[in-house]
Structure formats: structure tokens, C-alpha cells
């Protein structure tokens, strides 16, 4: 039997419970967070959900940016560099690679160390 994957997408990442916390009381229902820590969860939340659930075919160039201006310095995400080089038609992000997958679970486990 395969283990599943530690990822936020399985339920499963290395701050899952503090994610399911913080997401509850930080990322309103609609719109933007009133905190800045609080929208940085929810950048990084709708990048996360859009590359697993879309093919990161929506413009996430807000989330981007906060993610990066958040950080002192630029976040190495190859995926983030790719969205920004999108031709409207996604990246096909149905199986994400091993890389991306750890970059993706890196940046989730770097903001909520913020948090």
C-alpha cells in the first residue's frame, strides 16, 4: 500500500492543524483579510488551490506579488515565475512535479512559520 503524500492538498502537511485554525480565523469567507499576516495565508491558500484544482489557469499576479513583497527577498518558486508567463491557458499542473510539489508545501510551511 502507498502512503500517501504529506501535502496541504492531502490533509496531510507538516502545519495542517495550525493552517486548519489559522485559515478559520484569518481568510474571510469573501474578499481580503483585514490582516497582513492574515493575507498572506490567503495569497499563498488560493496559489496553493489554484495550481492543484485549476492548472493555475486563473491570474493569481496579486497573490504573487504580496507573496514576494511580504518577504524580504524573492521567494524561489519556479511555478510563481511560470504563472506570471501564462498564456491564459494554465500549466498543466494535473500531476504536479516532485519540484513544484515541494515548492508548493515549502512556501505553505513558510507562511504559516509567520503566523
Not at 4 to 24: A, F, H, I, V
Not at 63 to 82: C, G, T, W
Amino acid at each position: 500500500m502507498t502512503k500517501k503524500k504529506e501535502t496541504y492538498w492531502n490533509s496531510l502537511g507538516k502545519y495542517q492543524e495550525k493552517y486548519e485554525l489559522k485559515s478559520d480565523e484569518m481568510i474571510p469567507t469573501s474578499g481580503m483579510s483585514k490582516t497582513i499576516k492574515g493575507e498572506l495565508l490567503r495569497c499563498a491558500s488560493r496559489l496553493y488551490y489554484d495550481v492543484y484544482n485549476n492548472g493555475l489557469c486563473n491570474d493569481k499576479t496579486y497573490e504573487i506579488e504580496f507573496i514576494r513583497n511580504y518577504f524580504s527577498f524573492k521567494v524561489e518558486i519556479s511555478l510563481l515565475d511560470r504563472a506570471n508567463e501564462s498564456d491564459g491557458y494554465g500549466v498543466d499542473f494535473a500531476k504536479p512535479t516532485a519540484k513544484i510539489e515541494k515548492e508548493l508545501e515549502d512556501l505553505m510551511d513558510k507562511v504559516l512559520e509567520e503566523l
